[in-house]
C-alpha cells in the first residue's frame, strides 16, 4: 500500500528567499530520488526567525515544521525545539572512535568487512559511529520527515572530503523496520533471499520513555535531539519490543548479533535475558547472539 502524501511546511526568512529556493529545489528532488510521500509548502517569512518566532510557529502550525534560516541551515521545528542531523558536530569522536573508546563498537565487533542494520536510525549519529570501523551501514527510519533530513545531511557532508568515504558507507531507506525484516513471502522471492541475512550485525536504539535517565546516577537529562524524536514517535510496547527483537534474531546472519541500546536503568528490551551487556553510568548494550 502506497503511503499518503503528507505536506511539511517549510519557513524560510525572506532576505535569503534566492538561496532558500535553492536549498528547497535539492530537498525536493531528494524527495523524488527517494520516493518519499512528501511535498513541500515553503512560506517566506518577513520576521528573523528567533527562538521566540520559532515558540510562536510551532503552536500555529501544531505540526513539525522545516526551517531555514539565515545563515542557510536546514532544521526540523517541533514543538518549539530547533534541531538538525549535525553529523559535522561529531567529527572528532568519529574520527577517534574505536572499542576503547565506544561502548558500542565493544558491543557490536565490527570490521572492515561488516554488514550493520540500524534498524532505528533516528538523526544517525550512533550510524556514524558504526560505520566509522570501515562497516556498511542500511540505516531505516519510519518517518519520511526524518529520511529527507538524513539525506540532505549526508548530501551535505558528502561534499567534504574527508567525509565522503564514510558517507559512501551509508545506504538510507524509508521503512518501517518490523515490515522491511519480514520473512520473504515466497520461496521464489529472490529479492527478499538477497536483504534477509545480508547483516552481520542488527542495532536496535528504540524510542525510551521520556523519563529513562532518571535514576541514572549522573542525573544524565534527555538532549534536544531525544526531546524532537519523542514529539514524532512513540516508544514500543512490550509486545512490540517482543515483535521487534524476534524479527531482527531471525534476519541476521548466522553467527550474528543483535545489539539493543538501553538506558542504564531500564529492564531487558522484550523481557529477554541478553547474551552479554556493555555499560556505562548512563547507558547499557545488551547483545543476543545467534548461532552457525
Excluded at 184 to 195: E, R, Y
Excluded at 241 to 269: D, N
Amino acid at each position: 500500500m502506497t503511503s499518503p502524501i503528507s505536506c511539511v511546511t517549510l519557513i524560510y526568512p525572506q532576505s535569503i528567499a534566492e538561496q532558500a529556493l535553492i536549498l528547497i529545489q535539492a530537498l525536493q528532488q531528494l524527495i523524488v530520488e527517494a520516493k518519499l510521500p512528501l511535498s513541500i509548502e515553503a512560506v517566506a517569512s518577513e520576521q528573523k526567525l528567533t527562538q521566540k518566532i520559532r515558540k510562536q510557529l510551532s503552536q500555529q502550525y501544531q505540526q513539525p515544521l522545516l526551517v531555514i534560516d539565515d545563515k542557510q541551515q536546514l532544521t526540523l521545528l517541533t514543538n518549539g525545539v530547533s534541531v538538525s542531523p549535525e553529523w559535522n558536530s561529531l567529527q572528532r569522536r568519529v574520527v577517534s572512535a574505536g572499542r576503547k573508546s565506544e561502548l558500542l563498537l565493544q558491543a557490536t565487533k565490527l570490521t572492515a568487512s561488516s554488514r550493520v542494520l540500524d534498524a532505528t536510525a533516528g538523526f544517525g549519529h550512533d550510524s556514524l559511529i558504526l560505520a566509522s570501523s570501515g562497516a556498511q551501514l542500511t540505516l531505516l527510519e519510519r518517518n519520511p520527515l526524518m529520511v529527507l533530513l538524513l539525506k540532505y545531511e549526508q548530501q551535505m557532508m558528502a561534499k567534504q572530503p574527508n567525509w565522503q568515504k564514510l558517507m559512501a558507507r551509508l545506504h538510507i531507506v524509508c521503512a518501517e523496520s518490523t515490515e522491511y525484516m519480514q520473512p520473504a513471502p515466497t520461496a521464489c522471492d529472490l529479492q527478499a533471499q538477497t536483504i534477509s541475512h545480508a547483516f552481520d550485525v542488527i542495532y536496535l536504539d528504540p524510542m525510551f520513555p521520556e523519563n529513562s535517565y532518571a535514576h541514572s546516577s549522573k542525573g544524565a537529562k534527555v538532549g534536544k535531539h531525544m526531546q524532537a524524536l519523542h514529539q514524532i514517535a512513540e516508544p514500543p510496547s512490550l509486545k512490540e519490543e517482543q515483535a521487534l527483537l524476534s524479527l531482527a534474531l531471525s534476519f541476521v546472519a548466522p553467527g550474528g548479533r543483535v545489539v539493543v541500546k538501553r538506558p542504564i536503568q531500564a529492564p531487558v528490551f522484550a523481557s529477554q535475558a541478553a547474551n552479554e551487556s556493555w555499560q556505562n553510568d548512563v547507558v547499557r548494550f545488551d547483545a543476543y547472539f545467534t548461532y552457525l
